[in-house]
């Protein structure tokens, strides 16, 4: 999604090493290397994305039936702001927030589907949510950060979250209007490019331009449904064949209709080769991993494994390498496309997944079912973040320095101040 992605070039940065990025603050080790935090997964810079790995490893975890390590539980309870927000990462969390730490949605948001699933932390999780309540734009939706203009992607993340707790996130309302008002708004019409389709936010000129990214968010949230979306039971939905399914409908749709409208546009978009393409300035078309994983999941939950057949398949043939190269997150996305289409994650197209998004951090407490034999890859060294498989293409540079610029100004607007 645009903001985990952006989240992935900030990572990025501090693996590339582009002068003037900003340093790892952790406590130095012997070697004089920044020293991880304790419980932590992945192997690199939290900065920009630890809190999001975090809960996706442990969310992803929870729908394999294993039971995470208490440490690394603690550890994302422990980035906790006391108003209940969260931040990407906070190198000292013992140091109470403030109006520096950039705390945001998505980070919060994530934090509350992977505690919600875990059970047992209602106390967080109600805080947290009372948080993303207070922080809600007027037209329903939540933008990265509070104040910041609504995007697909951040108000999709949200309604899985409220969704996680037993919400009903057409309830949820600021000045009439629910998050499915603030979604249906960001839905392309069924005429012209990109039908059904849902943008990410209009662009300068108002205009909505279809967005793969968001469209698999949207599908999934117009459906009320999180990270760990299913589509079991499902045997074809109102997509119908993903073939063969259209956008239909005119005016304004119904959340439910906006779903298959999305989902219509997304299968036709991995109709031909399986997969959805990432283009770089200044390098070729290359496949999508992570929005590719995206998009199974939305096939799924909108119409059944049968949708996501095609995209799954190229996976499982596909991914191993990216999720090695791009670490827990990564392998978080794999999990919930085998969760949401009812295949064995420890065994995607021979790769165990569970074990290997395991051994990218503390050993869980236990496992309800046995993980696959010796054959199963171990990671490599990780950038942590699920969506980095392309960062060494040409204009790689390029592209982390205008995502630093975007959020380093983005984050420059409202800021809910914090004990």
């Known amino acids: 999604m645009n903001i985990r992605r952006c989240a992935a070039a900030l990572a990025a940065v501090a693996v590339i090493g582009i002068p003037g990025s900003p340093a790892f603050a952790a406590s130095p080790s012997p070697s004089g290397k920044a020293a991880l935090p304790d419980g932590l997964y992945g192997s690199t810079d939290p900065k920009y994305d630890g809190v999001w790995r975090q809960s996706l490893a442990l969310l992803a975890q929870h729908t394999a039936g294993v039971r995470p390590a208490a440490r690394a539980v603690d550890w994302l309870t422990g980035q906790q702001c006391a108003d209940g927000s969260y931040a990407a990462f906070r190198a000292d969390p013992a140091r109470a927030c403030d109006a520096k730490v950039m705390v945001d949605t998505n980070s919060t948001a994530a934090a509350v589907q992977a505690l919600a699933a875990l059970g047992g932390h209602d106390a967080a999780t109600g805080k947290a949510v009372a948080w993303l309540k207070s922080v809600q734009n007027k037209d329903g939706g939540w933008g990265y950060t509070a104040g910041g ?109 906006a779903a298959a409208n999305g989902a219509a546009y997304l299968a036709h978009e991995v109709a031909k080769d399986g997969y959805l393409t990432s283009v770089l300035p200044g390098a070729t078309a290359q496949p999508d991993y992570g929005n590719t994983a995206d998009t199974v999941v939305a096939l799924a939950a909108q119409g059944g494994a049968a949708q996501a057949k095609k995209p799954l398949e190229w996976l499982e043939k596909h991914a191993e390498a990216w999720a090695k190269q791009s670490g827990p997150a990564a392998y978080a996305q794999l999990v919930f496309a085998a969760h949401a289409t009812g295949a064995d994650p420890r065994d995607f197209g021979g790769l165990d997944l569970v074990k290997a998004l395991n051994a990218t951090g503390p050993a869980p407490e236990a496992t309800d079912a046995p993980t696959a034999g010796d054959n199963a890859a171990k990671p490599a060294k990780s950038d942590g973040g699920g969506h980095a498989a392309v960062w060494w293409t040409g204009g790689i540079l390029l592209v982390v320095v205008i995502a630093v610029g975007f959020m380093l100004s983005r984050r420059g607007g409202k800021r809910v101040q914090q004990p």
């Not at 949200?158 to 708004?185: I, N």
Request: proline share 6%; net charge neutral; with cysteine.
């Open 149 to 257: 203009p609504s995007d697909t992607n951040s108000t999709a993340v949200v309604v899985g979250a409220l969704a996680a707790v037993g919400e009903k996130p057409a309830a949820v309302v600021k000045d009439g209007k629910s998050p499915y008002d603030a979604l249906l708004g960001l839905a392309l019409p069924c005429s012209g490019d990109g039908a059904g389709a849902f943008a990410y936010q209009p662009d300068k000129k108002g205009k909505l331009v279809a967005n793969a990214d968001a469209s698999a968010a949207g599908v999934v949230a117009a459906l009320g449904q999180g990270l760990a979306a299913t589509g079991a039971g499902k045997d074809g939905g109102a997509g119908g064949d993903a073939a063969t399914a259209k956008c239909a409908g005119d005016g304004k749709p119904t959340a439910a209709q």
